[in-house]
């Protein structure tokens, strides 16, 4: 009776431990752009495998993997990307584009270097943490702005900066072109017809470890989201 019921405790355990085994083998784990985030996860509100998300700003998940974390799948912003995550993954495929726009809410149009002669306030991302600050450093170099001559307020990535903007912390911002439509209409934003010579490629990246199985999952996945109408990202500029 003790040895059929002791069989019977591990036949229970190993039936739960394959299970669990057998679930996390058919779910994907991915990294993504913050700029992505609701693109990516209303397009796969139908599709029929588990996909688990962690979202931030692109060098914000790279030092994640630096650290030792290891998605099956990732989706960044390719800009500037640490050599590091090529020990670990290799490139796949572009997934789409982007580019970087000045927005106000004043009545007639401004243009950036406007905005540092007169010392007004322009949100931007963390260079640090995510792309979009870093191009936007850049745009601001190119345009004669120094940290002597303008107001900055700093926010983590892309979406923490629209999140700010519609809290009503800001007049002015370098944001993602996709970004926009997510601004609310109250605040009467609207792009400056200044342009600058600056875009951003998301690429789709894929763990080195996986079997060929795991792979085969990943790739369906991705076609799957390439599938799918990207109506927030623009098309690439020729």
């Known amino acids: 009776m003790y040895k059929s019921f002791k069989l019977l405790f591990l036949f229970s355990i190993s039936f739960i431990f394959v299970s669990c085994n057998n679930s996390n083998k058919n779910e994907i784990n991915m990294y993504l752009a913050a700029s992505l985030s609701n693109q990516i996860e209303s397009s796969i509100k139908n599709y029929h495998g588990v996909v688990n998300i ?17 998605p099956d799948l990732i989706l960044l912003a390719n800009f500037n990307l640490k ?23 004043n009545v007639d149009d401004i243009k950036l270097n406007d905005i540092c002669i007169n010392n007004y306030e322009i949100g931007v991302a963390d260079s640090k943490r995510a792309p979009l600050g870093m191009i936007s450093s850049e745009i601001l170099k190119e345009n004669k702005c120094s940290v002597n001559n ?10 923490s900066l629209i999140n700010m903007i519609n809290l009503n912390y800001l007049d002015f911002a370098l944001i993602y072109e996709s970004d926009f439509s997510k601004i609310k209409e109250e605040y009467k934003f609207s792009y400056s017809t200044q342009t600058f010579d600056k875009e951003l490629i998301y690429s789709f990246y894929l763990n080195k470890d996986l079997d060929f199985e795991k792979i085969q999952d990943v790739i369906k996945f991705i076609n799957y989201l390439k599938s799918q109408e990207n109506k927030l990202l623009p098309e690439k500029s020729e």
């Open 150 to 159: 303008y107001n900055l307020r700093v926010s983590s990535n892309a979406a």
């Open 54 to 70: 962690d979202s931030s700003g692109s060098y914000d998940l790279v030092n994640k993997i630096i650290l030792g974390a290891k």
């Open 83 to 105: 050599n590091s995550i090529n020990s670990f993954y290799e490139f796949y495929e572009d997934y789409s584009y982007n580019r970087i726009i000045l927005i106000h809410n």
